[in-house]
């Protein structure tokens, strides 16, 4: 038997290694991905969003890259544009959010990678680190969104990379890993904007080990002089691509809309969709909400609080790092719920669990290299991580902790609508916000007799439609979010009252097509 598993041991390389577990994982959420996208016709709205953007970038005449939108940031829309490409020829990889759960599930796939490769430099047992990892991939919502097209796998993945470089610092301390951190928060910018609060909170990281780490470190300098100095440069190398990422986007807002700040506070941004939010409260109240929605992620954390009171390493400067990265996650939530601005959806507060999975390779490193019983640290980090899967699969499957996740279906009107257009308004030029009708949008036949916001004469018809040979405008009920469409801006009696140039001539459950009259 021995025998054996050297045998296997010696034909998997540590390449060939990262490759299966690449495959099994990639494999695993793909089966998921499609069975729900495709099979099931659940797809969520943000993914769906990020995939219509990239969509509309290629088919959108004249395409260009402005078409991505300017609200929600860019990259998981970008990673998507190939895909979205082939969608000529299988239109499913964006109807049902196909071309969203490839992408999603190759960084679930990098992200378990890049955690073996972690475990593997820093010895720990192959058999443990695969049982962890198993135990993390598995974990019900991390492999709930490894395959439904949200951004957040990609930013969980990136989180993961940047701590995994941020340990090696730690323990090497070549500049190299800083540089790597800082592109990876230019990365994550452009991926969430919870981007922010963690930069913040890994340089809160690089200077408590600077200035308070009682390691002996041999790359921080001696003096108090020489350490200021040695963390000024380190921060402006962490910071400097982050921060030209942000002035970046700024630059790409104000370059196209004429508003720099259009991302924060124009009518489709997210202080102006979170007016509907119906989550409000006292601060204790949202508080509680707040603590709630993130007790199915902590269970990690509070793992490695106890191994390490029990190996008498709480109070380090390592640990503190730890702690400011969760804390300034969960926190920038809890005062966006207080602001009014945030729909507290569960994701919002499930970061701790990729945070504190992420540093376990380190943790567990720090353990045997004490005193303390190897087996010990292990065993809780299990034990939590089995409690995790448990509360998390617990939360998912509750429709009242969880109604995003619940409130998937791609809806048959958008299919109605859609065949309508397509059929009966095919030589029709019709004017329609894309805000809130990606699901229509995607299943038209062609965008050349359609103009949408992500048109570039698309204001200038919304001005004067009859100028731009404008025959149908199709807007969304003027209810909730409904209230947000350009259309209706403009024009906010249209819906219930119509006006004296236009006329409604059908209604669907929750759209009213709408006939210019000449």
């Known amino acids: 038997m021995t025998n054996t598993a050297n045998s296997i041991n010696q034909r998997l ?91 999603t599930s190759s ?206 390493r709480l109070f380090k400067s390592d640990f503190f790092i730890l702690f400011s990265m969760v804390a300034s996650m969960t926190f920038f939530h809890y005062i966006l719920l207080i602001k009014g601005a945030s729909y507290g959806w569960l994701r919002f507060f499930s970061y701790s669990l990729p945070i504190c999975f992420a540093w376990i390779p380190y943790e567990l490193s720090q353990h045997y290299r004490s005193n303390f019983n190897k087996s010990i640290a292990f065993i809780v980090l299990v034990l939590s991580l089995i409690v995790s899967s448990f509360l998390t699969g617990n939360t998912l499957n509750n429709p009242q902790l969880t109604p995003e996740e619940h409130g998937t279906i791609i809806t048959l009107v958008d299919l109605e609508v859609a065949e309508y257009i397509n059929t009966d308004l095919e030589n029709e030029k019709i004017l329609i916000d894309s805000f809130l009708t990606g699901g229509i949008l995607l299943n038209v036949k062609s965008f050349d007799n359609i103009v949408t916001s992500a048109n570039l004469n698309f204001w200038d018809a919304l001005d004067n439609p009859q100028k731009y040979g404008i025959t149908y405008i199709l807007i969304p009920e003027e209810i909730g979010t409904g209230k947000l469409d350009a259309i209706i801006v403009k024009y906010p009696d249209l819906y219930e009252n119509g006006v004296d140039w236009c006329t409604k001539v059908k209604k669907f459950d929750g759209y009213g097509l709408f006939k210019v009259i000449y």
């Open 107 to 312: 960084f679930a796939a990098a992200s378990s990678v890049i955690l073996y490769k972690a475990f593997s430099r820093l010895n720990i047992s192959k058999i443990q680190a695969g049982l962890l990892i198993i135990l993390y991939a598995t974990n019900p919502f991390i492999f709930y969104y490894g395959l439904n097209g949200m951004s957040e796998m990609i930013f969980f993945f990136l989180i993961i990379y940047i701590i995994i470089c941020m340990t090696r610092w730690i323990e090497e301390g070549l500049s190299s890993y800083i540089t790597k951190i800082g592109f990876a928060l230019a990365l994550a910018f452009f991926t969430r904007y919870e981007a922010i609060p963690f930069a913040f909170a890994v340089g809160i990281g690089v200077l408590l080990i600077i200035f308070f780490s009682k390691n002996g470190k041999e790359f921080i300098p001696v003096g108090v002089k020489e350490k200021y100095f040695y963390a000024e440069g380190t921060l402006i190398v962490l910071y400097a691509p982050f921060l030209y990422s942000i002035l970046l986007w700024i630059l790409f807002n104000w370059v196209i809309s004429g508003n720099p700040l259009y991302f924060l506070n124009s009518s489709y941004s997210n202080s102006a969709e979170t007016q509907f939010s119906s989550i409000r409260g006292t601060p204790i109240e949202l508080l509680g909400f707040a603590i709630t929605s993130t007790m199915p992620f902590i269970p990690v954390f509070i793992a490695i609080i106890i191994a390490r009171i029990a190996d008498k």
């Open 13 to 103: 390389t540590p390449t060939k290694t990262n490759i299966l577990v690449f495959f099994i994982v990639f494999a695993l959420e793909m089966i998921g991905g499609v069975y729900i996208g495709y099979y099931r016709e659940l797809v969520q709205t943000d993914a769906f969003a990020r995939t219509a953007n990239a969509y509309y970038v290629l088919f959108i005449k004249p395409p260009r890259f402005a078409s991505i939108g300017l609200v929600w940031t860019p990259l998981p829309s970008i990673l998507q544009l190939p895909l979205a490409a082939l969608s000529m020829f299988w239109k499913p990889l964006v109807t049902r959010g196909i071309a969203a759960a490839i992408v």
